[in-house]
C-alpha cells in the first residue's frame, strides 16, 4: 500500500480489525468514508465513542446498557416473578425479537468453562442470588447456551438455586423448527425425543 | 432492535452504511467494538477523524495525500517527463501495486459523463493542460478506465494535448491475462485483435 496517504493506512488497518473484514474490504470501506460527505462519517467515529463511553452493564441485571438500569429492569409493564438466566446480552437481545416474553432478565455475562479457568465467582451469580433472596421471584429460567459448557452452568445455578425455595427451569432443547428429522444430530434427536410432550 | 441502548443502535445504524455491510453484519462489528479494549475501539473512531481531517487532494497531481504535496510527486527518484491521467486515486493506487511505472500521475477527479452533467470544467483538466504547458512532459498515458466515458474522457484529453505537441498514448486494451478466449466478450476479443503486436 506504499502510495496510500499514512492516515488511509491507518484507517484501513483498523477497519480490518473488525469482524469478517479482509485487506479488500478495509480499503473499500476507506475509500467509502474518504467520499462521504464529513458529517457522515464523523457520524461513524462519534458512535463508536459513544458506545465505548456510555454503554455498560446494568445494575440490575448486568445487560448492556447506556442507562444507570436498563430499559427492560425499569419497564413496569414486565412480570417481575419471572428471571430469564442468559450468558450474553446478544442472548437476552435474540430472545427480546421474539417478543413472547414478558418477564425480566439476568445476564451471567459469560458461562462457566473450567478449562478456561472461568468460574461462578468471575460471572453475575452471586447478583442473581442476591435477587432471588430478595425475594418476588416465582421462577428462574434457565437460558444458558445448549451445549456442554451452557448445560454445565444451568446446572450449577440449578443446585444453587434449590435451597431458596424458587422454581427452576430449563428452556427446551428438541429438533429446530423448520429442519428435517433426515439432517438432525444424533444429540438433536435424543433431546427430542426426551422432550416429547402429550398432545 | 427494541432492546438494545440507543447508543448501540445508532452505532448499528451507522456500520450499517458501510458498503457490503447488512444489519446482522453491522451488529456483530458494534457487538466487536463494545468487547474490544477502549483504545481499539477509539483507535477506529480517531483513523476515521484523521482521514476526513487531513486527507486532501495533492497540490500536484491531485490525488488524496494527507501532506500539501504528495510522496510520488516529491519523489526524486521518479521520471519526471512522464505523466499517467487516471480518473480516481484508487486507479493510481493500484497502477503503483504494479510497482513497475516510475512516472508521475494526473489524477482527474473523475471522467467526462455528459449524461451526469460532468464535464471537463468539473475535472483536474486545466491543471494537467497547465502542467503540460510548464515543459517538462514528454509523454502523457491516458489510463481513463476502458469503458465508454473513459474512452471518450481519454478522447477529450488527448485533443486538447495535441496542440501542446507532447506525445499521448492510452494503456492498452485486450484480452484480460490469465482469462480465456472462450469466456472473453466480442468487444474484448475484438480489441484484441485490434491491438495485435508483432512477435
Not at 458529517?39 to 463508536?48: F, S, V
Not at 441485571?61 to 447506556?66: F, G, Q, R, V
Not at 445455578?157 to 428435517?180: E, F, H, N, W
Request: one cysteine or more.
Amino acid at each position: 500500500m506504499g502510495a496510500y496517504p499514512d492516515t488511509l493506512v491507518r484507517l484501513i488497518d483498523e477497519l480490518g480489525r473488525l469482524p469478517g473484514v479482509g485487506e479488500r474490504t478495509a480499503e473499500r470501506m476507506a475509500f467509502h468514508l474518504l467520499r462521504v460527505p464529513d458529517a457522515e462519517a464523523l457520524a461513524l467515529a462519534d458512535a463508536i465513542r459513544a458506545v465505548k463511553a456510555r454503554v455498560r452493564a446494568c445494575s440490575v441485571c448486568a445487560t448492556l446498557t447506556d442507562l444507570e438500569v436498563c430499559a427492560i429492569c425499569e419497564d413496569p409493564g414486565r412480570q417481575r416473578d419471572l428471571l430469564c438466566v442468559v450468558e450474553q446480552p446478544n442472548d437476552m437481545w435474540a430472545l427480546e425479537k421474539v417478543g413472547s416474553y414478558r418477564g425480566l432478565y439476568h445476564v451471567l455475562q459469560g458461562r462457566i468453562a473450567p478449562l478456561e479457568g472461568v468460574g461462578p465467582e468471575h460471572l453475575t451469580v452471586g447478583r442473581l442470588l442476591e435477587r432471588v433472596r430478595a425475594g418476588g421471584v416465582r421462577e428462574v429460567i434457565l437460558a444458558t447456551n445448549p451445549n456442554l459448557e451452557g448445560d454445565g452452568t444451568a446446572l450449577y445455578l440449578q443446585r444453587s438455586l434449590a435451597p431458596l425455595g424458587v422454581r427452576t427451569t430449563r428452556i427446551a432443547k428438541g429438533i429446530p423448527s423448520g429442519s428435517t428429522l433426515e439432517y438432525a444430530s444424533r444429540a438433536i434427536l435424543a433431546d427430542a425425543l426426551d422432550g416429547r410432550r402429550d398432545l
